[in-house]
């Protein structure tokens, strides 16, 4: 099993529609995160929970909701979502949600496309 | 706001050739500054970092220079490899944030056999 798996990989919902990205860690990490990732932009960082902890709401709108149960998991409820949301959703896990000297390990993406 | 500017978009070299790809970052505190790699259709993999205590590092063929003065960094790739073909994202810490990263938009290399 590797590190950060993501489920599903990929997704197509509807404007109207309610679905949720999963995403587990097996690596004994503290924070867990959710980026997006767009084509030609930066790595976006959306939220940050640290032992559960949300710590960080990077201005994100409410359709994207996260929800973290315990340290291992991590979810992304996603409601009445625009076609400009469609992206790639990268979790991601480190020892600490300090940066600085923590890796951050990546999931592979659940690739998002609304329709 | 704090962002990282990152040069070529694309980088297309031989094999066995060098390769440099160029960030800048604005926060003239930012002390951490990591290297990922992402493969098509993989995750991004953290390759090297640097601190801001350090003007350069080095991992076999990898090298990453930081200037502070000048506020940039580089990401240095000695005789590529066709497996060296990947998008690589620079980043950098800023202060006002703990645990936020700003990711610079990527540099596609394709190495040539």
């Known amino acids: 099993e590797t590190g950060v798996t993501q489920t599903p990989r990929h997704l197509v919902m509807g404007m109207t529609n309610k679905k949720s990205l999963k995403c587990e860690q097996h690596?004994?990490?503290?924070?867990m995160y959710w980026y997006k990732q767009s084509a030609k932009k930066p790595l976006e960082l959306m939220f940050v929970?640290?032992?559960?902890?949300?710590?960080e709401n990077n201005s994100v709108p409410s359709r994207f909701s996260p929800e973290c149960p315990n340290s291992s998991h991590l979810f992304l409820h996603l409601h009445t979502l625009q076609p400009e949301d469609s992206a790639l959703y990268l979790c991601?896990?480190?020892?600490?949600?300090?940066?600085?000297?923590?890796?951050?390990?990546f999931g592979e993406g659940s690739w998002l496309t609304v329709v | 706001g704090e962002n990282v500017e990152q040069h070529p978009s694309t980088l297309s070299v031989q094999e066995g050739d060098s390769a440099v790809i160029k960030c800048t970052y604005s926060?003239?505190?930012?002390?951490?500054f990591p290297w990922y790699k992402q493969e098509l259709g993989k995750r991004p993999q953290l390759i090297i970092d640097?601190?801001?205590?350090?003007g350069e590092k080095k991992d076999q063929r990898i090298a990453v220079t930081l200037n502070k003065t000048a506020k940039h960094f580089s990401l240095h790739i000695t005789e590529t490899q066709p497996e060296d073909s990947a998008v690589y994202f620079c980043?950098?810490?800023?202060?006002?944030?703990?645990?936020?990263?700003?990711f610079g938009s990527g540099t596609r290399l394709l190495v040539r056999p």
């Open positions: 926060d003239s505190a930012s002390n951490y």
């Open positions: 640097i601190r801001s205590n350090v």
């Open positions: 980043a950098a810490s800023i202060t006002d944030s703990s645990y936020k990263l700003i």
């Open positions: 991601a896990s480190s020892q600490s949600y300090r940066v600085t000297g923590n890796t951050i390990y």
């Open positions: 690596l004994g990490h503290n924070a």
């Open positions: 929970y640290s032992l559960e902890e949300r710590v």
